[in-house]
C-alpha cells in the first residue's frame, strides 16, 4: 500500500511528514481508525480480518477502485455468499475515507473506492426470520401488569428494535441509554 502515505500538502504531522517513518505503521494506525468506529467486539474482529484479507491480496499495488473491485472479484471467485463478500467490503470502503480523512489517499480515490457496489442477494433468506405478526405476539408475552412483565417487555422490545445480538443486550447499561 505505497499510496497510502500522507501527501505533502496534507500531511496530519506537519507538511511532508510520514509518521513513523514507514508504510506499515501508517497503515496500522488506519486499522486502528477504522477499527474504532465499531463497537460491537463480533464487528470489530470480522472488520480485522477483512482488512487483513485485502492487504494481503492488495500486497504492493496501489489502493484503488479497480483493486477493490478486483478483490470483490476474488472472493466471489472463491464462493463466498453475497452477504460475506458485502460484510468484507465495508470495513475497506471506510478505510478508504479514514484514509482520505487524515491525509494518506486522495480524496477522489477515496470516492470511488467508496462507491464500489456491494454483490446483490439474490434467493430467500437463511434463517428464521420473525414477522410483524410474531414480533407483536412475542412483545406482548410477558404480563404488563407485573414489573418482571415491563421489564420482559423493554428487554424484547430493544432487542428486536435494534436487531442486537445476545451478547449486545446483556451488555447495555443504563449509560447507553439516550
Given at each position: 500500500?505505497?499510496?497510502?502515505?500522507?501527501?505533502?500538502?496534507?500531511?496530519?504531522?506537519?507538511?511532508?511528514?510520514?509518521?513513523?517513518?514507514?508504510?506499515?505503521?501508517?497503515?496500522?494506525?488506519?486499522?486502528?481508525?477504522?477499527?474504532?468506529?465499531?463497537?460491537?467486539?463480533?464487528?470489530?474482529?470480522?472488520?480485522?480480518?477483512?482488512?487483513?484479507?485485502?492487504?494481503?491480496?492488495?500486497?504492493?499495488?496501489?489502493?484503488?477502485?479497480a483493486?477493490?473491485?478486483?478483490?470483490?472479484?476474488?472472493?466471489?471467485?472463491?464462493?463466498?455468499?453475497?452477504?460475506?463478500i458485502?460484510?468484507?467490503?465495508?470495513?475497506?470502503?471506510?478505510?478508504?475515507?479514514?484514509?482520505?480523512?487524515?491525509?494518506?489517499?486522495?480524496?477522489?480515490?477515496?470516492?470511488?473506492?467508496?462507491?464500489?457496489?456491494?454483490?446483490?442477494?439474490?434467493?430467500?433468506?437463511?434463517?428464521?426470520?420473525?414477522?410483524?405478526?410474531?414480533?407483536?405476539?412475542?412483545?406482548?408475552?410477558?404480563?404488563?401488569?407485573?414489573?418482571?412483565?415491563?421489564?420482559?417487555?423493554?428487554?424484547l422490545?430493544?432487542?428486536?428494535?435494534?436487531?442486537?445480538?445476545?451478547?449486545?443486550?446483556?451488555?447495555?447499561?443504563?449509560?447507553?441509554?439516550?
Amino acid at each position: 500500500m505505497s499510496d497510502l502515505v500522507p501527501r505533502p500538502e496534507t500531511g496530519p504531522e506537519g507538511e511532508g511528514s510520514r509518521p513513523g517513518g514507514g508504510t506499515g505503521e501508517v497503515v496500522a494506525r488506519l486499522k486502528a481508525l477504522v477499527l474504532d468506529t465499531v463497537s460491537s467486539e463480533h464487528s470489530r474482529r470480522a472488520y480485522a480480518k477483512a482488512l487483513d484479507d485485502f492487504l494481503a491480496f492488495l500486497g504492493p499495488r496501489p489502493f484503488t477502485r479497480a483493486s477493490l473491485q478486483e478483490f470483490r472479484s476474488h472472493m466471489e471467485a472463491s464462493g463466498l455468499a453475497p452477504s460475506s463478500i458485502n460484510l468484507r467490503l465495508a470495513p475497506l470502503r471506510k478505510l478508504a475515507t479514514e484514509a482520505a480523512e487524515n491525509g494518506w489517499l486522495d480524496p477522489m480515490v477515496a470516492a470511488g473506492i467508496a462507491s464500489v457496489r456491494g454483490v446483490r442477494r439474490l434467493g430467500i433468506r437463511v434463517g428464521k426470520w420473525v414477522t410483524a405478526e410474531e414480533a407483536t405476539t412475542l412483545l406482548q408475552a410477558p404480563d404488563a401488569s407485573t414489573v418482571k412483565g415491563k421489564r420482559d417487555r423493554a428487554i424484547l422490545a430493544v432487542l428486536i428494535g435494534c436487531a442486537l445480538r445476545r451478547g449486545e443486550l446483556v451488555g447495555l447499561t443504563v449509560a447507553d441509554l439516550q
